[in-house]
Antibody
Framework: EVQLLESGGGLVQPGGSLRLSCAAS????????VAWVRQAPGKGLEWVSL???????RDADSVRGRFTISRDNSKNTVYLQMHSLRAEDTAVYYC?????????????WGQGSLVTVSS | QSALTQPASVSGSPGQSITISCTGT?????????VSWYQQHPGKAPKLMIY???NLPSGVSDRFSGSKSGNTASLTISGLQAEDEANYYC???????????FGGGTKLTVL
């Protein structure tokens, strides 16, 4: 059974850093693309970052240069390192696994991890 | 990159059909067949309902269907049921630097 478990969220001050983890089970993270998607309180979904099977990454304009997606194959975990955090980065962060045959579509989702940026 | 445009809300009675539109540009929806749709109930993670414009993931009811014409993609739900009441989001790959973009979301109310 495919499962994704996010962790690492919490309260951080503006300008601070935080690293989210997405521990995967039921598949290997290097076998498909994995993404982070966030949702600010009461708002819609916003795509953040994606890592391909080959290790290449893509980032949304809103986070490029501040956030970095990576993975550790030995731990079967995908990370989102976040720097220079702003109030507008406050959101529930979901990790999501790509569909087996679909392109840029996400079939499995974690339960989310809340990041709050506030002083 | 602006979000794809969806109606804020749609409604329908049980058994009826509804369609949710998702309007983009020739750089995203119109450029690729990489449009997907997600259902999200309050407090829950999103669920993939349609991928690559019109493909149904395993386990998703065939009451859901997707299509695309030009820069506009559509999600149709036939035989509306109470459990379909949720927020729906479209998503598309884009040639712009931001790579991908969601629609603003549509709240479906089953009357």
């Amino acid at each position: 059974e495919v499962q994704l478990l996010e962790s690492g969220g919490g309260l951080v001050q503006p300008g601070g850093s935080l690293r989210l983890s997405c521990a995967a089970s039921g598949f290997t993270v290097s076998s498909t693309y994995v993404a982070w998607v966030r949702q600010a309180p009461g708002k819609g979904l916003e795509w953040v970052s994606l890592i391909y099977t080959g290790g290449n990454t893509r980032d949304a304009d809103s986070v490029r240069g501040r956030f970095t997606i990576s993975r550790d194959n030995s731990k079967n975990t995908v990370y989102l390192q976040m720097h220079s955090l702003r109030a507008e980065d406050t959101a529930v962060y979901y990790c999501a696994r790509g569909h087996t045959t679909g392109t840029w579509s996400f079939e499995y989702w974690g339960q989310g991890s809340l990041v709050t940026v506030s002083s | 990159q602006s979000a794809l445009t969806q109606p804020a809300s749609v409604s329908g009675s049980p058994g009826q059909s509804i369609t949710i539109s998702c309007t983009g540009t020739s750089s995203d929806v119109g450029a690729y067949n990489f449009v997907s749709w997600y259902q999200q109930h309050p407090g829950k993670a999103p669920k993939l309902m349609i991928y690559d414009v019109s493909n149904l993931p395993s386990g998703v009811s065939d009451r859901f269907s997707g299509s695309k014409s030009g820069n506009t993609a559509s999600l149709t739900i036939s035989g509306l049921q109470a459990e379909d009441e949720a927020n729906y989001y479209c998503f598309s790959y884009t040639i712009s630097s931001t790579a991908a973009v969601f629609g603003g979301g549509t709240k479906l109310t089953v009357l």
